[in-house]
């Protein structure tokens, strides 16, 4: 049985951690939508033609963990505006979403334009102070150099630039529930994130 669960939001609000912690409560797959921007994004920083790339993404592209760099996060966001890119990686997305058995998709639209019918929705937030700490301190504890300064300008430029593009914004759905993790421990997330999607369920 297909059964798809949305969880879209900013970068850092705790959406990944909620989105493998549901997956393993469910039994449910989990794609990381933000990912295939960020396999996208990191050849653009070669010079490869962002549409090109986008049309040539395979699953081993995936699988880099210089992916998770902040430039990357940020060719991420830039190639994210591009309808062609976007249009390229819709059909993996949604045949994922639909597999037997049931799947959990984290990223932007996922609950407004890659499913608008999924069975639960989840718009995962918090302050952008908060998830800036929360990234400076992922950062430091992988031992980059950086400011909370400088994190914290990244990550207005990256929800300003997600939330203000043309093509799929970032936005909660009408029918999503919002969950602010600004003053909530991970556990406190993922207990509010499962209720929410127990209720879509019964
Ligand atoms: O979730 P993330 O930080 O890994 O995403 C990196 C960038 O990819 C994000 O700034 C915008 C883009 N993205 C998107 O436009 N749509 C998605 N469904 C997922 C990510």
């Known amino acids: 049985m297909a059964f798809t669960i949305a969880i879209d939001g900013p970068a850092a609000a705790g959406k990944g951690t909620i989105s493998k912690a549901v997956a393993a409560h469910f039994g449910f797959a989990h794609l990381d939508t933000g990912l295939l921007y960020r396999a996208v994004g990191a050849k653009t920083l070669d010079g490869t033609d962002p549409i090109a790339a986008s049309l040539a993404l395979v699953a081993e592209d ?43 998709l984290d990223g932007r639209d996922i609950g407004t334009v890659i499913c608008p019918n999924a069975e639960a929705k989840l718009f995962v937030t918090a302050s952008a102070e908060v998830r800036a700490e929360r990234r400076y301190q992922e950062l430091i504890a992988k031992g980059t150099q950086t400011s909370i300064e400088t994190v914290l300008a990244d990550v207005r430029e990256r929800d300003a630039r997600d939330r203000d593009r043309a093509e799929a914004p970032m936005v909660a759905a009408k029918d999503a529930v919002v969950i602010d993790t600004s003053s909530l421990g991970i556990e406190d997330a993922v207990a509010a994130a499962i209720a929410a999607i127990e209720a879509a369920r019964a």
């Not at 992916?67 to 249009?87: K, T």
């Open 62 to 104: 995936l699988d880099n963990d210089s992916l998770r760099s902040p430039e990357v996060a940020q060719a991420a966001s830039r190639v994210a505006v591009i309808g062609e890119v976007r249009a390229a990686l819709v059909d993996f997305q949604r045949a994922f979403a639909r597999r037997a058995g049931g799947a959990v």
